[in-house]
């Protein structure tokens, strides 16, 4: 088990710019979450995956923003046209399937700085 | 909707200090309960957990009682150490909705 890995762990980009993150989840877990966490803040959900289907967006989720999980494995969320409010902590789960008290193992994140 | 509560921080302790952490919680239907700890530059790490009421979930030290009569789910500890300096969240999670976390309670043990 080598647990859930994001890459990239920093990631520093003008305004205006786009970015992509990486999730590798836990190899069994059928299900993978992002979620964004600003300073001072929990983790807020943004999206999860069952397999390649996304099941949830949250409102959060700005026509700015869009996750692929195309072969149900690895996921990636892109970032288009980033501004100043988009710089947080970056998180990603997953999760085996199967009732509310499957915990969720959590990455280490990617951090987005916007200057 | 679904949310948690809790105390605010930071809270500063000696070594060897007894811990509480305060957490209430807002759900429909039967939530599971969850705390999650954060080390500076790291992820979410699973605590401990309770599935029903009444359940005690315990790991390093650490317990909290699901209490459904005061919707509550407090973070305990005998004894800290410089170790569990780190910042305490809690979570709920009801039927298929996702996570809902509280803000955080950054703990900080001195020597």
């Known amino acids: 088990d080598t647990g859930v890995s994001q890459n990239p762990r920093h990631k520093i980009t003008k305004r205006g710019q786009n970015v992509t993150f990486r999730c590798d989840p836990i190899s069994e877990h059928n299900r993978l979450y992002w979620y964004r966490q600003t300073l001072g803040q929990g983790p807020e959900f943004l999206t999860y995956f069952q397999n390649e289907a996304q099941l949830e967006k949250s409102r959060l989720l700005s026509d700015r923003f869009s996750a692929e999980r195309p072969k149900g494995s690895f996921s990636t969320l892109e970032i288009q046209r980033t501004e100043q409010g988009d710089s947080a902590m970056y998180l990603c789960?997953?999760?085996?399937?199967?009732?509310?008290?499957?915990?969720?193992?959590f990455g280490d994140g990617t951090r987005l700085s916007i200057l | 909707g679904n949310s948690v509560t809790q105390m605010e921080g930071p809270v500063t302790l000696s070594e060897e200090a007894f811990l509480t952490i305060n957490c209430t919680y807002t759900?429909?239907?039967?939530?599971?309960l969850f705390w999650y700890v954060q080390y500076p530059g790291e992820g979410l790490q699973l605590l401990l957990k309770a599935t029903k009421a009444d359940d005690k979930g315990s790991n390093k030290g650490f317990e909290a009682t699901y209490r459904k009569e005061t919707t509550s789910f407090h973070l305990e500890k005998g004894s800290v150490q410089v170790s569990d300096s780190a910042v305490y969240f809690c979570?709920?999670?009801?039927?298929?909705?996702?996570?809902?976390f509280g803000k955080g309670t950054r703990l900080s043990v001195i020597a």
């Open positions: 759900a429909t239907g039967y939530p599971s």
């Open positions: 979570a709920l999670r009801s039927g298929n909705t996702p996570l809902v």
């Open positions: 789960a997953s999760s085996l399937e199967g009732g509310n008290n499957q915990p969720q193992h």
